[in-house]
């Protein structure tokens, strides 16, 4: 079946960064399309970016200009790299798979952003 497994979060100073990872199986990764929500305490869950393809990329304003999403379909993983990173960024990050017409996610890693 499906699996996704992100990692890669953790606590950071504002301003820093992180680079989350999402490693995908039971795909065929470079099929799917692929993306990253975050969920802050007490919000919605919303999105921040997908990649379509190698690099068709789109990206929520709020991160546009210090995140980059990229995949490597060789490795079956993709990337979320962050800087510039605001407390505001703090959230669960969920990685997320559309492929064969269904959605698949992530169980999520934790972003921190304090000083």
């Known amino acids: 079946q499906v699996q996704l497994v992100e990692s890669g979060g953790g606590l950071v100073q504002p301003g820093g960064s992180l680079r989350l990872s999402c490693a995908a199986s039971?795909?065929?990764?470079?099929?799917?399309?692929m993306g990253w929500y975050r969920q802050a305490p007490g919000k919605q869950r919303e999105w921040v970016a997908t990649i379509k393809g190698v690099d068709n990329s789109n990206y929520a304003d709020s991160v546009k200009d210090r995140f980059t999403i990229s995949r490597d379909n060789a490795k079956s993983t993709g990337y979320l790299q962050m800087n510039a990173l605001r407390p505001e960024d703090t959230a669960v990050y969920y990685c997320t798979l559309y492929y064969g017409g269904a959605d698949f996610w992530g169980q999520g890693t934790q972003v921190t952003v304090s000083s």
């Open positions: 039971g795909v065929i990764f470079r099929f799917a399309n």
